[in-house]
């Protein structure tokens, strides 16, 4: 079975969330991993850096948690090729740690915005492997700061190299290229605003969020 | 001494709490706002030092933390001991 882990910052709000799914589809419990931990576990074969509100979002979004100890090692990890994802605020870190290009902002209409989005899927990545060609699946979002920047060229690169995972049907927040998501050049990190987590049960109203657990994890 | 860091959006990068400040002080009648740019001031308090090695010291910091450069450009003010009094 699997190890996963989840990192956990203070003020992670979706860290259990992301537990529960992991757990669903390992079968094997993540290691939650402390913010001021300086090593992740050798054993541990995929990393979620969850949602939440890091640090309250001092100062910009994911800036403060991205400089936190933990992170070191699993920049040096991922530079190994550890697959690592960042979902919400984790996407937001990972940006501000450099493992992603670009930034997120403030919403372009200002408001928080909760919902379900419909997202275009790019099958050609390790995180999403098991979606159809074409295939719209359906995430939710719940973000104040989702609004993707990057400057021209680097979204010629990141178009071209095929490092554009999901981009919304119908852009909630004002993102350059309707990005939702995006992996770095070598493909094992991503970033992502919208929830898979929250869309791994039929409870949660959707299950399309459960492919995207499996591609990577299948990937190992 | 005191340092204080501007930070600020790049030129070109979109401002959308500027624009609504702008939009809003038109609204009060003030029609010759034309653009607004908000951004934050960092004051820092810093042991007495040299003045380029403080200089130094925050543009460092300003790089490794207080502004995303994907995004923000900085700008660092220093009062020297002998200018605070």
């Not at chain 1, 060229?153 to 852009?171: M, V």
């Not at chain 2, 002080?25 to 090695?53: F, H, P």
Request: charged share 25%.
């Amino acid at each position: 079975m699997t190890q996963t882990a989840v990192i956990v910052f203070p003020a992670s709000n979706c860290d259990r969330d992301a537990v529960t799914a992991l757990h669903a589809m390992t079968g094997k419990e993540p290691i939650r991993v402390w913010h001021r931990e300086t090593e992740i576990p050798d054993n541990v074969r995929f990393v979620v850096v969850p949602g939440g509100f890091s640090y309250g979002d001092y100062l910009r979004s994911g800036a403060i948690a991205a400089r936190s100890e933990v992170m070191q090692d699993l920049k040096a990890k991922a530079d190994k090729g550890l697959p690592v994802a960042g979902i919400c605020n984790g996407f937001q870190i990972l940006t501000e740690a450099g493992m992603l290009p670009g930034a997120l902002m403030r919403n372009a209409n200002q408001k928080f915005v909760c919902r379900t989005s419909t997202l275009r899927v790019n099958t050609n990545t390790r995180f999403t492997r098991r979606y159809a060609a074409g295939q719209t699946i359906d995430i939710p979002v719940a973000h104040h700061d989702g609004n993707y920047f990057a400057d021209d060229e680097t979204l010629k690169r990141i178009s071209d190299q095929g490092q554009i995972a999901f981009q919304y049907s119908d852009n909630p927040n004002g993102s350059r290229g309707d990005i939702a998501g995006i992996t770095n050049a070598a493909g094992n990190v991503l970033g992502m605003m919208p929830h898979p987590e929250r869309a791994v049960d039929p409870l949660h109203g959707g299950t399309d969020g459960i492919d995207f657990f499996k591609s990577v994890l299948e990937s190992l | 001494m005191i340092a204080r860091v501007y930070v600020g959006l790049k030129p070109g990068v979109l401002d959308p709490q500027g624009r609504t400040i702008a939009r809003s002080l038109n609204d009060l009648g003030y029609d010759e706002v034309q653009d607004a740019k908000q951004g934050k001031v960092i004051e820092l308090t810093l042991e007495d030092t040299d003045r380029e090695l403080a200089q130094a010291r925050v543009k460092e910091m300003c790089e490794r933390l207080l502004a995303n450069t994907v995004i923000e450009s900085y700008r660092i003010e220093i009062d020297s001991p002998a200018t605070q009094k």
